[in-house]
């Protein structure tokens, strides 16, 4: 299995697994400043990107969630699906959706947050917080867990793990028993050499934030970033349930079959792996019951578009962590992996249309970037209910166009033609 994890490094950790981290830094082309103050080309802008939601969502999105708040006047908002998806659930911009690893910048905020009240130390080893639970713990710091330079393994690439990620094994996993199948890196690398993501980090940070307050993480959470700031539809996952009475976006993978076409050029999957859940029409499954609560403080945060982008403006705009805080948080590492900079569970993302803060997430069925400007003051949400839908050609494409337009529309640009 080893020659397996190794192989399958990237795409597993790059789309079967929560983070599916996207950067956009080589996405974005050919955007040139627009005319923002004239109501027309606001009107035009906001009418292609509805046009490019649908085409995404009929070319293999299947569906989206676009908003963008420029930082005046109302929010762009637009909800796109599919034809056939409209059976299962109708969707709405204020649908509650699985935000994945997006939940690591939450949890790089609490740590901040104690790093300026004196209860913690970036240089801090993990081996004082959680002895005997993290390998090589005395060597590696809480701020290499935060930017991933660890040199940590990922749990997400075990055959143990494997079966719950796709939903075909119903397992409660504590973190513990997570941390204590991640492997080393493979080729090993010492603590703080260099920079690989491992969801393992953020899994013994909010550890660490449990045992510095006696408080779990959810309520946390809930004390001190979404309870503050008004999230009423933002929380930490149990289980696959999105909250009684509350909409929510329907996600999908493909089927199966369909998976290994996908997946053929980069990877053999094992033989019968593929995700749980009801069949859909061409040859997709409808991901939406399976359990994300393992996910946890390395992705477990259930929100929608406009919660989490006022979780983002608030962060970058100084009302969340006092300046040297913020400072450190945006001091980056170079992540070749991802194409970008990582900080303090934060990405930096260089665009032709300027420099975005935020973070992806990806778990099955949902995958999602949220960006704000540096001084968030402007946000902009992309949700799309399927992850390796969007990986063949046409529908990688098509909602690269959606991303790209979304994003500039933002910054107050436009895409040249």
């Known amino acids: ?107 790089a905020t609490l740590i901040l947050q104690l790093v300026a009240e004196g209860e913690v130390d970036l240089a801090d080893p993990v081996e004082q917080w959680l002895p005997g639970l993290v ?88 004390q001190r970033i979404t309870g503050p700031l008004g999230m009423n539809d933002s929380f930490l996952a149990a289980n696959a349930d999105f909250g009684s009475g509350k909409k929510h976006a329907t996600g999908y993978e493909p089927g199966s079959e369909r998976l290994r076409r996908i997946l053929a050029p980069t990877v053999e999957l094992p033989e019968g792996t593929g995700f749980a859940g009801p069949g859909r029409p061409h040859d997709n499954v409808d991901t939406s019951d399976i359990d994300p609560s393992w996910a946890w403080a390395a992705g477990g945060m259930v929100s929608t578009a406009r919660d989490w982008q006022r979780f983002q403006t608030a962060l970058m705009s100084g009302k969340l962590l006092p300046k040297a805080q913020l400072e450190q948080m945006r001091t980056m590492v170079t992540a070749p992996e991802e194409r970008g900079a990582y900080g303090l569970g934060l990405m930096k993302v260089d665009t032709p249309c300027g420099t975005v803060w935020g973070h992806t997430g990806g778990q099955p069925g949902y995958s999602s970037e949220v960006y704000t400007d540096g001084s968030g003051r402007r946000s902009v949400a992309v949700l799309t209910i399927t992850n390796f839908g969007d990986k063949e050609a046409k529908a990688a494409t098509a909602n690269k166009a959606l991303v790209d337009t979304a994003v500039c529309t933002m910054l107050g640009k436009h895409l040249s033609d």
């Open 1 to 107: 299995m080893s020659s397996y994890r190794a192989s399958s490094r990237r795409i597993l950790r790059g789309a079967l697994t929560l983070t599916l981290v996207t950067s956009i830094s080589g996405l974005l082309v050919g955007c040139s400043q627009a005319d923002s103050g004239t109501t027309t080309v606001a009107a035009s802008a906001d009418g292609r990107l509805a046009e490019l939601a649908q085409t995404a969502a009929d070319t293999g999105s299947l569906g989206v969630i676009v908003r963008v708040d420029r930082g005046r006047g109302r929010p762009v908002e637009i909800a796109r699906q599919t034809a056939w998806t409209e059976a299962d659930h109708r969707l709405a911009v204020n649908d509650r959706f699985r935000m994945a690893s997006n939940t690591k910048t939450v949890v």
């Open 135 to 222: 390998e090589g713990g005395r060597d590696i710091t809480v701020k290499m867990l935060l930017n991933h330079t660890s040199g940590l393994g990922d749990y997400l690439l075990t055959p143990e793990f494997l079966p719950t990620l796709t939903g075909q094994e119903r397992r409660t996993w504590r973190p513990e028993e997570l941390l204590a199948i991640t492997p080393p890196q493979d080729p090993p690398t010492a603590p703080g050499e260099k920079y690989s993501y491992s969801n393992a980090n953020y899994a013994a940070l909010g550890l660490i934030l449990e045992k510095v307050t006696g408080k779990s993480l959810a309520r946390l959470i809930e």
